[in-house]
């Protein structure tokens, strides 16, 4: 958010899981007149008047106090458009003209479909990256299907060349041509569909209408700057989700733990999306190495044929071992993140400024009964709503896209058939073993003892350095393991 706030300050996980939250301490009243839900003081109608400063709020307890003039929203595709360049660069960074920019994309509505919570001491890209896998993996799979299809077509009818050739599995070794075409669509699919994502028009439903701080709070004048900063509260009475961009310093910021207290009062009913930013980036590393792989066992196919036929398979785990040192040290952080909330003290968060903090805790202590109250809270039923949500692994609708990238491969196989004029029992035992066996089958499986033991092992034995070679050794035991079965 701005640099007003503390979960907007400086610079620093489809996969949405949506909660249902539950009230798991009773809203007081704080008999102002302004009562709301529950007896929470959340105003329905236009009510903050322009005298509404941050001294009032805090003295009249009018944390949640809707200032309506204010309330401004912009469709989550355009915060992702120009590589998120909304959310890559802190607004401390950018110049008056670039932060009024910002708040002239945002329009005023009377409601937000998803408030966007987040702090600047995570990297911007991360946060592209999630929600971009988040949106767009929809288009993303689409684009694959056309992409595929259409390179399938055309090499399957020789019209693309095939320069590679290898020995056929089957009959009497016969010498087939291959290329990488439907590999090569499947890239330019993946690739096309997440980043055109932001442009693409919406079917049968509007974007989403969210809160993002850059462009819904005005940067450059400073009374609506303060009336934006200070009316969080009243936003997110307006939002039918929080979302919460999850990473290590998130419950370290003063104003990303106020707006997890505000919105479970505001909303006892409404929808807590925990986004761990990790699961999209242990996704995108999976995807990566299955195209890195793919690719280095294509281009070496020729080799294979000259040295050995298991060199192609050889060199193409290499992209594995990397692969599964950055999967440990992405368990790692999961890990850290889960410690954290379990020792939450909300008596440590940061923040800027002695009235920001008097301004939070106030609320929070009339809101939960105490600042204690909040911090068992934290450590308690939020942090379980998050280990039951599931959202602390890589979900099954992410699985698609590395999947897809085997699946290319196998079709390229199946395409050599073709342009050979084999028997349809040839073509039969291909589409079975390679494309159903080892694209998905076997994939899933390597996948899960991949997976298993990086997080089993995240944690290094050994300090700097020699934690590559805990990382090694779990790969050839990986191997091992692939190689028996």
Not at 66 to 95: A, C, H
Not at 265 to 278: M, S
Not at 314 to 324: E, G, H, K, N, R
Request: hydrophobic share 45%; charged share 15%; with cysteine.
């Amino acid at each position: 958010m701005v640099s007003a706030c503390g979960c907007c300050d400086g610079q620093l996980s489809a996969g949405v899981e949506v909660i249902e939250a539950q009230e798991v301490y009773p809203a007081k009243s704080l008999g102002d007149g302004s009562e709301g839900r529950d007896g929470v003081p959340c105003a329905t109608k236009s009510t903050a008047p322009r005298a509404l400063t941050k001294e009032l709020r805090l003295e009249k307890l009018q944390q949640l106090e809707v200032d309506t003039e204010i309330v401004r929203g912009v469709p989550l595709q355009v915060t992702l458009r120009n590589f998120g360049k909304m959310w890559r660069v802190s607004p401390l960074k950018m110049s008056e003209e670039a932060r009024n920019n910002l708040w002239k994309k945002s329009v005023h509505i009377d409601s937000f479909d998803v408030f966007l919570s987040h702090t600047w001491h995570t990297k911007g890209r991360w946060k592209v990256l999630s929600l971009l896998l988040q949106s767009g993996l929809s288009v993303a799979l689409h684009a694959w299907a056309a992409c595929v299809a259409v390179m399938f077509l055309l090499s399957s009818n020789c019209l693309l060349p095939l320069p590679f050739e290898y020995t056929s599995r089957y009959g009497d070794g016969t010498q087939l041509s291959c290329g990488p075409w439907c590999l090569l669509g499947s890239f330019i699919g993946h690739g096309a569909g997440l980043l055109l994502a932001p442009y693409a028009p919406t079917v049968c439903s509007r974007a989403p209408m969210c809160f993002l701080d850059v462009a819904s709070i005005n940067q450059t004048d400073k009374e609506l700057m303060e009336r934006g900063v200070y009316g969080i509260g009243g936003f997110l009475c307006k939002s039918k989700e929080l979302r919460m961009l999850w990473s290590t310093p998130y419950f370290t910021r003063l104003w990303c733990v106020f707006e997890v207290a505000a919105f479970r009062t505001a909303n006892p009913a409404g929808r807590l999306a925990f986004c761990p930013l990790f699961v999209e980036v242990g996704s995108f590393m999976c995807v990566a190495g299955a195209y890195f792989s793919c690719f280095l066992f294509m281009l070496s196919i020729p080799l294979g044929s000259v040295v050995a036929p298991m060199a192609s398979y050889a060199i193409a785990l290499v992209p594995v071992y990397v692969l599964m040192h950055q999967f440990r040290q992405n368990a790692a952080v999961k890990y850290q993140l889960l410690h954290d909330l379990k020792g939450f003290d909300l008596a440590a968060v940061q923040s800027h400024s002695d009235f920001d903090r008097r301004f939070v805790f106030t609320a929070i202590q009339a809101w939960y009964g105490s600042t204690e109250a909040f911090t068992q809270f934290v450590q308690g039923p939020l942090r379980e709503e998050l280990l039951e949500s599931g959202q602390s692994t890589i979900p099954l609708k992410y699985i698609l896209l590395p999947l897809g990238v085997m699946a290319s491969l196998s079709l390229d196989w199946v395409v050599a058939l073709l342009c050979a004029h084999v028997s349809a029992d040839w073509l039969l035992v291909e589409l079975l073993t390679s494309c159903f066996g080892f694209s998905i089958c076997w994939f899933f499986v390597s996948f899960k003892v991949a997976a298993y033991l990086c997080e089993r092992f995240a944690t290094p034995l050994f300090p700097g350095r020699l934690d590559y070679l805990q990382t090694f050794a779990f790969f050839v035991l990986f191997v091992l393991i692939l190689g028996s079965c």
